[in-house]
């Protein structure tokens, strides 16, 4: 959601504020700008339990899986996330934690990808259990890290540590192996 101040935050607190904004489902995306910012990926608990990442600040049902940045926040979120797992690593591990549950079928490209029936089904899959929030902000590589180092999302694994890390790392693999 757009940040509830009059200006765009600044500072790491500011977007994290931002960011802890009523989530939204992913069929409500018409407000999504397409400027610089933000955006925090949220789910059940029960989504990935075995990946404990933090509750939502203001709904306990939701907790947070990841956070991104973009130059441009529409186009990340609906033109990679929602569409190509070509171009989005955050498809790509969900669709290597997902492989024995929903058995996705991958082919090579340049890269790993999910045959197109299974790029539609990974979409309808992120529509029914993830929530989104996001906040515009000027230059979001300035904060972007402290807020991952704050909040610590799970599907962050560059910033993982612990079990979650080797989750996501064997989870990377398997779908790598998956062709």
């Known amino acids: 959601m757009q940040s509830p101040h009059p200006t765009a935050p600044h500072d790491a607190a500011d977007t994290i504020t931002a960011l802890s ?11 999504l700008p397409a400027a610089p910012g933000l955006y925090a990926w949220w789910a059940a608990p029960e989504v990935f339990s ?3 990442g933090p509750t939502h600040p203001t709904n306990a049902g939701i907790r ?3 956070i991104g940045l973009a130059t441009n926040l529409r186009r990340r979120i609906i033109s990679n996330h929602l569409r190509r ?14 492989l024995d549950t929903e058995h996705y079928r991958t082919r090579r490209t340049d890269r790993v990808v999910l045959v ?6 990974l979409t309808a899959w992120m529509h029914t259990h993830l929530r989104l929030t996001w906040c515009q902000h000027p230059s979001p590589a300035a904060v972007e890290a402290t807020v991952i180092e704050q ?10 540590s612990g079990p979650a890390r080797a989750v996501i790392e064997a989870a ?8």
């Open 172 to 179: 990377r693999a398997a779908y790598s192996a998956s062709v």
């Open 64 to 66: 947070l899986l990841y």
């Open 116 to 121: 197109d029936e299974d790029e539609i089904r």
């Open 21 to 31: 904004s009523s989530s939204r489902a992913l069929e409500d995306l018409s407000m």
């Open 85 to 98: 797992s070509g171009s989005s690593t955050l498809r790509r591990t969900l669709a290597g934690l997902l």
């Open 50 to 52: 075995q990946l404990p």
């Open 151 to 160: 909040w610590s999302p799970p599907l962050n694994v560059a910033h993982a």
